[in-house]
């Protein structure tokens, strides 16, 4: 028999009663299908599911049908049975062109077409998400010039699903992707340094100040001792070399490299020294982070009247919301600052400190507090006893990624008052805190961490922009533009040359 030799009633329950007149009586039995007729006159007998127009059934009204009228007149095998026999007259139906609703080929219980509902919307809402964080992550790359991993983990981060990158991340730096053991750097220390030539002047202080609040450049600081490799130095390693950055005829910033450990030694760590009688620091608030409200005039730049003063830029700490402390910026607490966490403190006249909050002291006239974590190195001795620990980086079911080797950056204080910057591109928590006891830190804040965030430039007379690390992805633009995230600003205290 075909659809075009049977001709099919309009309604559920003709058919459901004129076909079991088709189920040959060999296959049931003469008493089962005698059975079968009473039971499926009685049930549709005034049953309004009977009226209904068969094209217009799907397997869920079926499923109601059953619960309604089915289900609790009958013993279980007896409704099982009946289960069947009105899902193969359905399926019949659909074959001949009557029942285009009804679709599926198995009948699904009520737990399992449940399931199978929550199936269906769980893949519509993956295949949504998936194109919204296709779209937002181009626009990122198109926009904000960062890589697609970097972009589509930005997306995900800000969308709630920090847990997941921080899975996927731990998975592709310890399995997919480990960082080379043993082998030296492609590269020497000072290979994209080696023709500028250091200023010294220790005579006279500036008579110009490029800003008021912060005084004029005064007799330079003392250069820090060459770094101490954790391996075999090669030539050059560890010693400091000069950059462009001239203040009051005097080198202002200075640049170091050594192996972060005695293992992955085919990379650098690069240490950066500031000098604050040089120099002067301040925080930028990001356009997104710190995730604050009330914090005005977030534009993400340096103060236009300070951009010809402007001479480098270092990354932040993490989100507000991994970084386990607060925020405060111009005298206002935006987020509430906890004791004993690790915080980055600029003053009003251009200097700064690293203190562990409720226990160092603190000046006033502070110009921002930014917290992150715990303090990386106090006392000259590295903090790192355990990487898989909270303090060193964002955690998933309590294991810390502070063992992965990614991209790390810190700040640290030494004990003559200079600040040293660390960033590296194959760091755990442990090397960091290492290189930073070998810079001379005293107190030392984690800063951000992986290629996106740990950054670094200097601008000036670079134009353009330079890259502290060569083997940075990112580009020097990233603290030019506008920024999404917060970052510390340096600037010249006086201009480049002595006065005459």
């Known amino acids: 028999m075909n659809k075009h030799q049977f ?11 004129y076909w079991i007149e088709y189920v040959p009586e060999e296959n049931l039995g003469r008493d089962r299908k005698k059975w079968f007729r009473e039971s499926i006159q009685k049930i549709m007998l005034g049953n309004p599911f009977g009226r209904r127009e068969l094209s217009s059934i799907s397997v869920s009204d079926l499923t109601n049908f059953l619960e309604g009228f089915v289900y609790s007149e009958f013993r279980r095998d007896e409704a099982a049975m009946l289960r069947a ?3 193969s007259a359905m399926r019949v139906a659909h074959r001949f ?14 737990s399992r077409l449940i399931a199978r509902n929550l199936a269906f919307s769980a893949l519509a809402i993956t295949v949504v998400f998936g194109v919204y964080v296709s779209s937002m992550s181009l626009d990122r790359v198109l926009r904000k010039q ?6 589509s983990a930005t997306v995900l981060r800000e969308s709630g699903f920090g ?7 731990d998975v592709y730096y310890n399995y997919l992707n480990p960082p080379k053991i043993g082998g030296v750097p492609a590269t020497g220390p000072n290979a994209d340094d080696l023709n500028v030539d250091g200023q010294l002047n220790d005579l006279l202080a500036a008579q110009v100040a490029n800003n008021p ?4 450049a005064n007799k330079p600081s003392l250069l820090p001792d060459r770094l101490k490799s954790p391996v075999a130095p090669l030539e050059g390693e560890g010693e ?14 200075w640049v170091s490299r050594i192996r972060p450990d005695d293992v992955h030694t085919s990379y650098w760590a690069t240490v950066t020294w500031f000098d604050p009688s040089l120099v002067a620091f301040a925080q930028v608030p990001g356009t997104k982070v710190p995730e604050v409200s009330g914090l005005t005039e977030r534009t993400g730049l340096v103060p236009e009247k300070l951009r010809p003063f402007y001479v480098a830029g270092l990354n932040g700490g993490f989100l507000m919301r991994d970084s386990q402390g607060g ?6 607490e935006y987020r509430k600052l906890l004791k004993g966490k690790a915080s980055l403190v600029t003053y009003n006249d251009g200097s700064f400190d690293v203190v562990q909050w409720g226990r160092d002291k603190v000046r006033s006239e502070v110009q921002s507090v930014r917290q992150n974590m715990e303090l990386i190195v106090d006392g000259g001795v590295s903090q790192v006893t355990s990487e898989d620990q909270s303090k060193w980086g964002w955690v998933w079911q309590g294991v810390g990624s502070g063992k992965n080797l990614v991209w790390r950056s810190a700040i640290g204080i030494r004990a003559d008052g200079t600040m040293v910057y660390v960033i590296g591109e194959a760091m755990s928590a442990k090397s960091l805190g290492d290189v930073l006891v070998r810079a001379g830190a005293q107190r030392a804040i984690l800063l951000d961490m992986n290629a996106a965030y740990a950054n670094g430039f200097l601008y000036g007379p670079y134009k353009g922009g330079k890259k502290l690390d060569s083997a940075s992805t990112r580009s020097p633009e990233r603290f030019w533009a506008p920024s999404e995230r917060d970052f510390i600003a340096v600037y010249a205290k006086s201009p480049a040359s002595r006065p005459d």
Do not use: C, Q, R
């Open 97 to 110: 062109g009557g029942a285009p609703e009804y679709t599926a080929k198995n009948y699904f219980t009520p």
């Open 327 to 332: 925020y405060a910026f111009d005298g206002v």
């Open 213 to 216: 609040s912060w005084g004029v």
């Open 163 to 169: 847990v997941a990158v921080a899975f996927a991340e």
């Open 85 to 87: 026999y009105f899902h």
């Open 146 to 151: 960062e890589d697609l991993m970097t972009a």
């Open 240 to 253: 400091w070399k000069p950059t462009k950055i001239l203040v009051n005829g005097t080198t202002a910033i």
């Open 7 to 17: 001709k099919l009633p309009g309604t559920v329950g003709p058919w459901f009663s």
